[in-house]
């Protein structure tokens, strides 16, 4: 088996992880591929143009895990000129012909075979998921197992099986070329610019995209899959499955282009890659990747229709979708900023299905992941997002994911739906086809509304931990008032004091008055005057706040009728959007 690491810091440590340094920037990279499928090897020639970020340079680095090195040249016209190199099984450092300027372009060609399953867990990789290409099945004798071969490369892999720039500061566009057996499908990133039979049992795919995006998010994908054909507006969407499983395709992923053109429409900026396509693969990693154009799910969307009325996995479509404007388009500068990509990606579930199924059954959802993430056990010490990890894997947890959303959530309810999303048009389209950190959110939120924001980003995404209040909500006779105290419980020594604008509805002989409050301080009381003591008072009313509360509500006037009015309410509102599972307000009775 391979060794477990497990990663911490050492208490006390004090640990910055910044952004990448940008010393070279690759502008493009060819890829031609050839598999062995006897020895899992891939063989591969890459053209890789490039040119320093900014100072004058005289080399270039790039990551090849375990690769054996056959050729590194300069190309200059049609010819290969042999360059100097070293290299460790880890990094590949060439020396050029000469020092070039950040104005200068040069071609570094590299020949290689990349031999990921001889990769070392502890010594050439963190751990097994880190090999980058995966052959399943690759000599064929596994019974009800196809032979495919995929690639993950997030977060560091794909410098398993091509020379390059690891991490998601760089983008590139790129050309692939795979030569494989004649009946396989292959899939990469783009369109399929060319596919040529040559003429011995095999077959040349050309996949080319021009857009950059970063270089995790390369991808490469073959086997035995039917291709169903969709389309959103003038660009294909399609879906590869094994043919078992194909007739389900537009069952399981039909709503694609729903998604496409809701997203589109709710950013104001249209899907931004040449196509889409989702393909089903064996035994991958996770539960899928947003694989620019070409997004990889597991097996288990492999399935029937019997199947699909129990799951239909609708939450990462839409997930990994909703990454190709957040991830993709534009991608978090370091893993430090991960939930740039991530948080967005959650939340991008909750819009949609607040817009298919209605704001309750979305709140439902949303309330799933406030729950998860309560429960977590690193929830409690670490920042959204972190310079601290002790390794980049740790970022992908439920803080980057479910508390980021949950804050995403938040923040459109402060600032308000038309400002929400006039922002994040004003983010993707500043920031599209590069990279950005927590601060450029926050300038385009402060652009568009013309407020401060610094006290929420300081407070949720640059802080650990969340609110823990205690709410004490009363109606007092003598000064005919509503009272609601509110204080703040948590740990300030690690946790900040929040200031928290909260909504308050006041429920009164079939009426609704809201209040708006704002707590800042550890403990709060707010008064507002009311003839009669109310039916209920309602506090935090829309239910965003992303906190641990404790309620306290005393109505000594309250109706046996009208406490069982009010509990069943509460379940039908929460429950009624729930148009998939088919519930009654019958069942609910």
């Known amino acids: 088996m391979d060794p477990v690491t497990v990663s911490a810091n050492r208490p006390g440590s004090n640990i910055y992880r910044s952004s990448y340094t940008k010393l070279t920037d690759i502008i493009h990279t060819r890829l031609d591929l050839r598999f062995d499928w006897d020895s899992s090897f891939v063989m591969g020639r890459a053209y890789i143009q490039a040119k320093p970020w900014f100072y004058p340079s005289d080399s270039l680095i790039l990551s090849a895990k375990g690769f054996r090195i056959e050729q590194v040249a300069l190309v200059q016209k049609d010819e290969l000129i042999p360059l100097k190199y070293t290299y460790d099984r880890k990094k590949l450092k060439v020396r050029l012909d000469k020092t070039y300027t950040r104005d200068q372009k040069y071609t570094v060609y590299v020949q290689y075979v990349a031999m990921p399953n001889r990769l070392k867990v502890g010594e050439d990789i963190g751990s097994s998921g880190d090999r980058g290409f995966y052959f399943i099945n690759p000599d064929g004798k596994e019974k009800d197992m196809p032979r495919q071969f995929w690639t993950q490369g997030e977060t560091e892999c794909n410098s398993a099986w091509f020379p390059t720039i690891d991490g998601p500061q760089e983008k590139m566009t790129q050309e692939i070329s795979m030569t494989v057996p004649a009946g396989m499908v292959t899939l990469s990133n783009g369109i399929l610019d060319f596919s040529s039979d040559n003429g011995d049992g095999t077959r040349t795919d050309t996949w080319r995209q021009e857009k950059p995006h970063s270089t995790y998010l390369t991808m490469i994908a073959g086997g035995d899959f039917k291709i169903v054909k969709d389309k959103w507006r003038d660009k294909e969407v399609s879906y590869y499955m094994e043919p078992e499983f194909a007739p389900n395709a537009r069952l399981i992923f039909g709503k694609t282009p729903q998604m496409m053109e809701f997203f589109s429409s709710l950013t104001g900026v249209d899907y931004p890659w040449e196509k889409y396509s989702q393909i089903v693969v064996r035994n991958f990693l996770g539960g899928a990747m947003e694989n620019t154009t070409a997004t990889v799910f597991f ?3 492999n399935m029937t229709k019997e199947q699909y009325l129990d799951e239909t996995y609708e939450d990462i479509i839409s997930h990994e979708l909703f990454h190709h404007w957040f991830g993709d388009l534009v991608t978090a500068e370091s893993w430090a900023n991960l939930p740039l990509n991530e948080s967005f990606a959650t939340y991008g579930e ?61 923040l459109r309810n402060v600032v308000g739906d038309e400002a929400f999303f006039k922002s994040l048009h004003l983010y993707l389209t500043r ?66 004091l929040y200031r928290l604008p909260i909504a308050v509805d006041i429920y009164q002989g079939g009426k609704v008055e809201r209040k708006k409050i704002i707590v800042s301080r550890q403990e709060q009381s707010f008064s507002f005057p009311a003839g009669a003591e109310p039916d209920l008072i309602n506090v935090d009313a829309d239910k965003y706040l992303l906190a641990e509360k404790r309620s306290q509500s005393r109505y000594p006037n309250m109706s046996f009728n009208t406490r069982i009015h009010l509990c069943i309410w509460t379940v039908w509102r929460h429950c009624r959007g729930c148009s998939r599972r088919r519930l009654t307000r019958q069942h609910m009775v």
Do not use: C
């Not at 949720?460 to 005919?480: C, E, M, N």
């Open 350 to 410: 909750y819009l949609w299905n607040e817009h298919k199924y209605g704001r309750d059954y979305a709140d439902l959802f949303g309330w799933k992941d406030l729950q998860a993430y309560l429960s977590s056990a690193k929830g409690r010490d670490a920042n959204v997002i972190r310079y601290d990890y002790a390794d980049r894997e740790q970022m992908f947890d439920a803080v980057s994911y479910q508390k980021g959303g949950r804050i995403l959530h938040m």
């Open 299 to 301: 097996d288990r969307m």
């Open 431 to 496: 920031n599209a086809y590069k990279t950005a950190e927590i601060g450029d959110l926050r300038r385009a939120f402060e652009e568009v509304t013309g407020e401060d924001l610094n006290w929420f980003f300081n407070q949720w995404f640059l802080a650990a931990g969340h609110p823990v209040l205690k709410i004490d909500s009363r109606y007092d006779q003598t000064s005919r008032q509503v009272i609601v105290s509110i204080a703040q419980q948590q740990d300030l020594s690690k946790i900040p």
